[in-house]
């Protein structure tokens, strides 16, 4: 079972946050999980919040605004 510390340790080794495992985050929220898996979510937002973390989606996101103007 993957479990949420495992996919912010990939995103936190490669610097980056893939649309994939963005939505597996979002999944594995709704369930149960422990205080360490809280506590990874926690480091992961803030390592993104501070660029250590790139996410996919924001990267998208800009780049469809950008075109846009």
């Known amino acids: 079972m993957v479990m949420i510390r495992n996919v912010v340790q990939q995103a936190l080794s490669t610097g980056y946050l893939t649309l994939e495992a963005e939505a597996q985050l979002r999944q594995m929220?709704?369930?149960?999980?422990?205080?360490?898996?809280?506590?990874?979510?926690?480091?992961l937002q803030q390592a993104a919040m501070t660029g250590i973390v790139k996410q996919?989606?924001?990267?998208?996101?800009?780049?469809?605004?950008?075109?846009?103007?």
């Not at 929220?29 to 480091?43: G, P, Q, S, V």
């Not at 996919?56 to 103007?69: A, G, K, P, T, Y």
């Open 29 to 43: 929220l709704t369930k149960r999980y422990d205080i360490e898996d809280l506590k990874a979510f926690m480091n």
């Open 56 to 69: 996919e989606s924001r990267e998208l996101f800009h780049s469809q605004v950008c075109s846009v103007h």
